[in-house]
């Protein structure tokens, strides 16, 4: 099968570099219209598929992300792999602005989203224990650094509904008690469905600020964020151009399984099964159904 690298792009990025044939396309979803067209093209050999998660000009609210239609519609172009981009606050000291954490746990406080392409009618339950490939992972990891970017491999990723920050609070729990290393608002459910959708999934979290937390540093606001992620959406793009190379246009089967994620887990009896669900999970669940 060929290797089509799906980005999915965060806050101050809304466009990526250098594609040959690129082409804004319409993507129709049984689950919703996604975020905006996807920009689709080739780099270097590789097939690419590029989404703005918050829509060019930035139009979504992190609450409001059609995350169900993104995933599916990347799954509908023939997506194999996932990098979600995107802009957090840092709970740790050596976790800078600037700096790229390759995020490898989730805690998800998110209660304001639909969280499954699956439900009544059609019950899956996906394993979800390392809810990254570790694959991908290592080839973003790679591409930072070689882009010249401070990367951290490795870190817990709490996901808050938003759209306001945290109270002081909040991000102490989430620091000393929980144990978090940074805090977004955009990757649940979407790394959720992503494993639902049998799709290979990382998150570069980009660090803009220190969240609340840190005495040394005023309270987050808008400006500090917008200051810091120009120059984070350069490292992004840098990162971007350089995965074809890493991964190849030749793509095996995921040695960690991502691509099998349903092998086991639809429970509803076939003559139980909603004809309308199954007819919505066309694409993220044909090859079982």
């Given at each position: 099968m060929d290797t089509v690298i799906g980005i999915i792009g965060g806050s101050g990025v809304y466009d990526i570099d250098g594609l040959s044939d690129a082409t804004w396309t319409k993507v129709d979803s049984p689950w919703g219209d996604p975020s905006d067209l996807i920009l689709t093209g080739s780099l270097d050999g590789v097939k690419m598929a590029f989404l703005p998660r918050h829509g060019r000009g930035h139009v979504h609210g992190p609450s409001d992300v059609p995350?169900?239609?993104?995933?599916?519609?990347?799954?509908?172009?023939?997506?194999?792999?996932?990098?979600?981009?995107?802009?957090?606050?840092?709970?740790?000291?050596?976790?800078?602005?600037g700096d790229f954490v390759i995020v490898d746990q989730f805690i998800d406080r998110t209660f304001a989203r639909a969280k499954s392409f699956f439900g009544s009618g059609c019950v899956a339950h996906v394993g979800f224990a390392h809810p990254t490939c570790p694959r991908l992972s290592a080839a973003c990891a790679s591409s930072a650094r070689e882009a010249g970017v401070t990367v951290h491999e490795g870190g817990t990723y709490?996901?808050?509904?938003?759209?306001?920050?945290?109270?002081?609070a909040e991000s102490r729990m989430y620091r000393d008690q929980w144990g978090a290393h940074v805090i977004g608002m955009t990757n649940m459910p979407e790394a959720k469905l992503a494993r639902e959708a049998e799709l290979c999934y990382a998150s570069v979290a980009m660090v803009t600020d220190y969240d609340c937390w840190h005495p040394d540093h005023d309270e987050v606001d808008v400006a500090q964020v917008i200051a810091t992620l120009t120059g984070n959406g350069d490292?992004?793009?840098?990162?971007?151009?350089?995965?074809?190379?890493?991964?190849?246009?030749?793509?095996?089967?995921?040695?960690?399984?991502?691509?099998?994620?349903l092998d086991m887990a639809i429970m509803t009896a076939p003559d139980k099964r909603d004809p309308a669900l199954l007819a919505k999970l066309?694409?993220?669940a044909g090859r079982v159904l």
């Open positions: 995350y169900r239609a993104n995933i599916d519609a990347l799954k509908r172009l023939g997506v194999t792999d996932v990098i979600s981009v995107s802009a957090c606050g840092s709970f740790r000291e050596d976790m800078a602005p709490l996901a808050m509904e938003g759209p306001q920050f945290s109270t002081l490292k992004a793009r840098r990162m971007v151009a350089g995965l074809p190379a890493l991964l190849g246009s030749d793509r095996a089967p995921c040695p960690h399984g991502c691509d099998r994620a066309d694409a993220v």
